[in-house]
């Protein structure tokens, strides 16, 4: 066992890579042996082509699993050499159409007899050693087609980031995270006010200091959200600056700083949680909602000093 073995499923993409190049560098050999100028990345567009007669370029890509680049090379290659030709499709000219050439049908008649030796080779190499390779190849293609692998691991980490999440109450040396999360959310989705500027220069001296709290959502050091319970009477208080980092956005992680945010202002005494939101935040409103905040018109204790919003809602705590 070499080292590449030893790593397992942790090379994966290395193991089929170089499989891959040891079949392509062998059927290159045949190709020579036979002296036909024939390259192996061109067989299954040859196929292609024999089968469909006359494709689009986007087609060849998505039959392929090609890039459309790397399908645009390939082609560029096979008509230098004259083995296939192209021409506009007459009912839409930006499509290209692609087909054998003479030469190039000459060619794969000619490879005919090859290529059946090739089939016949490798169904004897997957009787003798795997079966059923190309069905599990099929699962996997059809697993990452569902979901791909830089989806997986990136939720992954993703998760592994969230099952270490706890909160904090806010300290000096989280100024600029609470600047930056906040700023950020607010240039997305509407703007910085000069009241915003205010609150997120200072945010000990604006809220800390009246009786308000400040609290960060934090995983291995890095801070993920924030929110603000900013005093309004003894009774009452307003959810503010309240936004995730964009890459933790859709994970639920809003309802648990809420749960979170519900918990604090009863620990703090007070009967009931104000917010602003905006009918573009469909989907910040849409969580409010589901977490039992309504509608408010007649609570003129909280004013919107920031002049941008247009629905004011309240939760009632500590009945």
Not at 18 to 33: F, G, T
Not at 74 to 93: A, G, N, Q, T, Y
Request: aromatic fraction near 8%; include cysteine; glycine fraction near 4%.
């Amino acid at each position: 066992m070499n080292f590449i073995e030893e790593l397992g499923t942790l090379a994966l993409g290395s193991r089929i890579k170089n499989l891959s190049e040891l079949l392509i560098r062998d059927m290159a050999k045949v190709y020579k042996d036979h002296n036909v100028n024939f390259e192996p990345r061109w067989f299954t567009f040859f196929q292609l082509m024999l089968h469909r007669k006359e494709v689009s370029v986007t087609e060849i890509a998505r039959e392929l699993n090609q890039t459309h680049p790397a399908a645009v090379q390939v082609i560029k290659v096979l008509e230098k050499k004259k083995l296939i030709f192209s021409r506009k499709d007459d009912s839409d000219h930006r499509r290209r159409l692609v087909s054998l050439s003479r030469k190039g049908k000459t060619l794969a008649a000619d490879l005919e007899l090859l290529w059946r030796e090739v089939q016949i080779t490798a169904e004897d190499l997957l009787t003798e050693s795997a079966p059923d390779l190309l069905d599990q190849i099929a699962e996997v293609e059809k697993a990452l087609t569902h979901k791909t692998i830089y989806q997986r691991i990136n939720d992954r980490l993703a998760q592994s980031l969230i099952e270490e999440l706890k909160f904090v109450a806010f300290e000096d040396k989280y100024l600029e995270d609470f600047k930056e999360l906040n700023e950020d959310w607010l240039k997305t989705y509407l703007e910085i006010t000069d009241y915003d500027k205010q609150i997120l220069s200072d945010p000990i001296k604006k809220i800390i200091q009246k009786d308000g709290k400040i609290c960060l959502l934090v995983s291995r050091d890095e801070v993920i959200g924030t929110f603000a319970l900013q005093k309004i009477s003894d009774q009452t208080c307003e959810l503010s600056k309240f936004t995730i980092k964009r890459k933790y956005r859709g994970r639920k992680l809003g309802q648990r700083m809420i749960e979170h945010a519900v918990g604090e202002a009863k620990i703090m005494g007070f009967h009931s949680i104000l917010l602003f939101t905006h009918h573009k935040l469909e989907e910040a409103t849409q969580l409010y909602y589901k977490m039992g905040f309504k509608d408010v018109k007649d609570q003129s204790d909280l004013v919107d000093k920031t002049g941008r919003c247009s629905m004011k809602l309240k939760l009632t705590i500590n009945q």
